[in-house]
């Protein structure tokens, strides 16, 4: 069973930057790291349906939704244990929960905009992030 935990959220007035963590433990019993994992962000605003934001395959491809393209980066470290999102150029718009995904299919080739919530297995508890204008 693989436990998810996020950190690193906060509040920030726009136009800055917060990076975001998630951090995975331990490893799968079959020995994989989270390395050959899809991994993702999402984000839920309240009265809003939860929305993938980027997501990462095994190769370390990674992809984004439209509304956080060039100012958003996914990336996870080489032991597949942590998974980052770096904002910057904050949004009022970006104020979400932010929640790390996982799962054991590989994702290469899948964009974030064919992703939902039931393509994943695994979640965090989610860290909140809030810009205020």
């Known amino acids: 069973q693989v436990t998810l935990s996020e950190s690193g959220g906060g509040s920030v007035k726009a136009g800055g930057s917060l990076r975001v963590s998630c951090t995975a433990s331990?490893?799968?019993?079959?020995?994989?790291?989270?390395?050959?994992?899809?991994m993702a962000w999402f984000r839920q605003a309240p009265g809003k349906e939860r929305e993938g934001v980027a997501a990462?395959?095994?190769?370390?491809?990674?992809s984004y939704a439209d509304p956080v393209k060039g100012r958003f980066t996914i990336s996870k470290d080489n032991a597949g244990k942590t998974l980052y999102l770096q904002m910057n150029s904050l949004k009022p718009e970006d104020t979400a929960m932010y929640y790390c995904?996982?799962?054991?299919?590989?994702?290469?080739?899948?964009?974030?905009?064919?992703?939902?919530?039931?393509?994943?297995?695994?979640w965090g508890q989610g860290t909140q992030v809030t810009v205020s204008s």
């Open positions: 995904a996982a799962d054991t299919w590989s994702c290469t080739g899948a964009t974030i905009a064919a992703m939902t919530s039931d393509d994943f297995g695994y």
């Open positions: 990462i395959d095994s190769d370390g491809s990674s």
């Open positions: 331990p490893y799968t019993s079959s020995g994989y790291s989270l390395s050959n994992y899809c």
